[in-house]
């Protein structure tokens, strides 16, 4: 099944290779094992075996602050008009992003799903896959005595600002796909202060059941053949040794950044661009790397009152206090279908985090992004990062950045309500202006579509089924196929992803 390339002899071969154990690649494994297939998963991180092991490393369990290990570091490099370059954080381990996220659980809204227009992916459909990722990934909503002493104020902040608040349970409805505006305790796929990542919730429970074999720590360099006629084989180095797999079918999972870049080191891509990098196009697909976008963000923010910090300190050292527990969903001027464009969240931490830097933040992020980027290798070497470019706020009608002004004045009128303002710094307004907001936007840790699903080969990359155009033997199976980011942090529509995908193979065989 596995063998070194200098080896001629590669014996038998796997029904299906899943490169990349993440959000959508460990679901899309762990269900075909699950159904009996022989499946062989490619990570490029460590696995560090069953939960019950105890070998998981502490960061990258605690959910209460994002995790920084395990990174690819991957970063934009210098930027005109910013102080510092973007990094966009992706997780190199099993379980992928879900293992170092925020853990929130969002579903986006029906209209999201139903407007790709593409067979097999309507709400309808869907709806029994949400609940099955929703219960998988032990989803539950925080309650009001979990909420900290920041968070616990925001939740009387938004009752006195006017948000739709549920004051019976002050819960959100991010997992309804049903739901309007609101505000509330995020829902979290998080089990006893631990970030339930996907290897826990699919992997774990076929780890022994003979038909799942994971190979860690190997980087996918390129795949060939695919087209019908012959099997897959992907060629991959592991801890410096050159690998061969073969298989009738591989899903490529390897994220928004990974799995175009290996496309396009087979050959399979905008075929000018692949040859002016020295790579043969084998099958000229330009939309491999297009269409990448994420939801925008930038913040407001204050420094914390002496009286904040010391509860903060005093509840963090009698237990479990997220950084992120509250989100509200609302609508900018720009929202003329009636539908939440926005999200703001505050954010909150007794300690110093990359993310906070000792100050209180209400995040804004434009979710119905209008602008798109784009992504291409940088040459043949797997190990070179490729050029990522998301092309934040570059939509020619001004969109986003606008709805992102209007995010912002909402998120200072909940800053400024009596139950925040009492216990934060009396600090001026964040600058709304046009020019502030290009130069301080950030990302929302959400990128997809450089694969995208569609009917049209010029125009996506992969058919509803997953299946790269011309070539039937490559799927896709994350979030890089999804070709319009939903109104949801994107963790649960990534396995959602997955579960579709396993089906849709399954109903096949």
């Given at each position: 099944m596995v063998s070194t390339e200098d080896d001629d002899r590669i014996d038998g071969g796997a029904e299906v290779v899943v490169i990349g154990g993440g959000s959508g690649g460990a679901v899309v494994a762990g269900r075909l094992a699950e159904a009996g297939v022989d499946v062989v998963l490619v990570e490029a991180g460590p696995d560090y075996g069953h939960i019950d092991e105890g070998r998981w490393p502490a960061e990258i369990l605690d959910a209460g602050m994002l995790a920084t290990t395990h990174d690819w570091g991957y970063a934009s490099g210098p930027v005109a008009g910013r102080d510092e370059p973007w990094t966009w954080e992706r997780a190199r381990i099993l379980g992928g992003c879900s293992a170092h996220n925020g853990a929130i659980a969002a579903v986006g809204h029906h209209t999201d799903y139903d407007g790709w227009h593409l067979p097999g992916w309507d709400t309808a459909t869907l709806r029994p896959l949400f609940a099955a990722a929703?219960?998988?990934?032990?989803?539950?909503?925080?309650?009001?005595?979990?909420?900290?002493?920041?968070?616990?104020?925001?939740l009387d902040a938004a009752v006195s600002a006017g948000w739709p608040v549920d004051t019976a349970t002050f819960a959100s409805d991010l997992c309804d796909l049903d739901a309007g505006d609101n505000f509330g305790l995020e829902p979290v796929n998080v089990f006893e202060g631990i970030?339930?990542?996907?290897?826990?919730?699919?992997?774990?429970?076929?780890?022994?059941g003979g038909h799942l074999t994971i190979v860690?720590?190997?980087?996918?360099?390129?795949?060939?053949?695919?087209?019908?006629?012959?099997?897959?084989?992907?060629?991959?180095?592991?801890?410096?040794?050159?690998?061969?797999?073969?298989?009738?079918?591989?899903v490529l999972a390897a994220g928004v950044y990974g799995t175009p870049a290996i496309l396009q080191r087979s050959g399979i891509g905008?075929?000018?661009?692949?040859?002016?990098?020295?790579?043969?196009?084998?099958?000229?697909?330009?939309?491999?790397?297009?269409?990448?976008?994420d939801h925008p963000m930038v913040n407001a923010s204050r420094a914390l009152g002496p009286d904040l910090l010391r509860w903060l300190a005093?509840?963090?050292?009698?237990?479990?206090?997220?950084?992120?527990?509250?989100?509200?969903?609302?609508?900018?001027?720009?929202?003329?279908?009636g539908?939440?464009?926005?999200?703001?969240?505050?954010?909150c931490a007794s300690t110093q985090t990359q993310l906070t830097r000792g100050r209180a933040l209400v995040e804004v992020a434009c979710v119905n992004p209008r602008s798109r980027g784009s992504l291409l290798i940088a040459g043949p070497d797997p190990e070179a990062h490729p050029r990522i470019d998301h092309g934040y706020l570059s939509d020619p009608e001004g969109h986003d950045w606008q709805v992102l002004r209007d995010g912002l004045e909402q998120a200072e009128e909940l800053l400024a309500q009596p139950a925040l303002r009492a216990v934060l710094a009396d600090e001026p307004p964040a600058d709304r202006s046009e020019a502030s907001i290009r130069g301080r936007v950030a990302h929302y840790y959400h990128p997809v579509g450089t694969t995208a699903m569609g009917l049209d080969p010029a125009t996506s990359v992969c058919d509803h089924a997953g299946r790269v155009h011309g070539r039937p033997g490559l799927v896709v199976a994350d979030a890089a196929a999804i070709p319009t980011i939903p109104r949801a942090n994107t963790n649960i529509p990534a396995v959602v992803v997955g579960e579709r995908i396993a089906q849709m193979l399954l109903a096949a065989r």
């Open positions: 929703l219960e998988r990934m032990r989803v539950r909503t925080y309650t009001r005595p979990e909420a900290g002493p920041f968070h616990d104020r925001c970030r339930w990542n996907t290897a826990f919730a699919y992997l774990d429970p076929v780890r022994t860690d720590h190997t980087l996918v360099d390129r795949v060939t053949g695919g087209d019908g006629s012959q099997p897959v084989t992907v060629h991959a180095v592991r801890q410096g040794q050159r690998l061969t797999i073969t298989a009738d079918r591989v905008p075929a000018d661009a692949l040859r002016r990098l020295g790579i043969e196009p084998v099958l000229d697909l330009p939309a491999v790397g297009a269409n990448l976008h005093e509840a963090a050292a009698a237990g479990f206090v997220p950084e992120e527990q509250t989100l509200g969903k609302a609508r900018s001027s720009l929202a003329t279908d539908i939440y464009d926005l999200h703001l969240f505050p954010v």
